[in-house]
């Protein structure tokens, strides 16, 4: 613990004295980070930087309200049903989202009021025949012949 500040000595002079001395006890020798820059130097301050510090170290996220995480959701499905491989599975993602959304449609979700409307399977499919043309839905493979079976099989003759 430091001494108190002695009368008649003024407060900066104290202090700097306090730091020459510890700095030629060597008490600054080795800290951590020395001759690095300081993190988020020239930004504006904020006044929770230091939970948003917190949260990146821990890696969490903060959950969207549900209207707002379902209107996220949408807009992810969207573009993954665009670059899906087939156009099957783009309406395949599309339906999925339109059934989540349909569900939210009869309930309350927190956040804002919001009515996300549903997609319109055609035109993503549309959108995705855009993007990728050059991808061509596979054939159905042809179903295999019947089996033909001698009758003489059926009755143990052969």
């Known amino acids: 613990m430091t001494d108190r500040k002695p009368l008649g000595v003024g407060f900066e002079t104290w202090i700097d004295r306090q730091i020459r001395e510890a700095t030629e006890r060597g008490e600054f020798d080795n800290l951590p980070g020395a001759g690095k820059p300081l993190p988020d130097a020239g930004r ?75 997609l319109d399977v055609d035109e993503v499919v549309a959108d995705r025949r855009t993007r990728h043309p050059a991808v061509e839905e596979p054939a159905p493979a042809p179903a295999p012949p019947p089996r033909r079976r001698s009758l003489l099989r059926w009755f143990g003759r052969g």
Do not use: C, Y
């Not at 969490?60 to 156009?87: Q, Y």
């Open 44 to 118: 504006q301050p904020d006044e929770l930087w230091w939970v948003k510090q917190k949260m990146r170290e821990e890696n969490l996220s903060f959950p969207l309200p549900g209207t707002l995480a379902l209107r996220k959701d949408a807009e992810r499905a969207r573009a993954a049903a665009v670059d899906a491989r087939t156009e099957a599975e783009a309406r395949r993602i599309i339906e999925e989202i339109n059934d989540r959304i349909r569900e939210s449609h009869g309930r309350t979700l927190s956040g804002p009021p919001l009515v996300q409307p549903l």
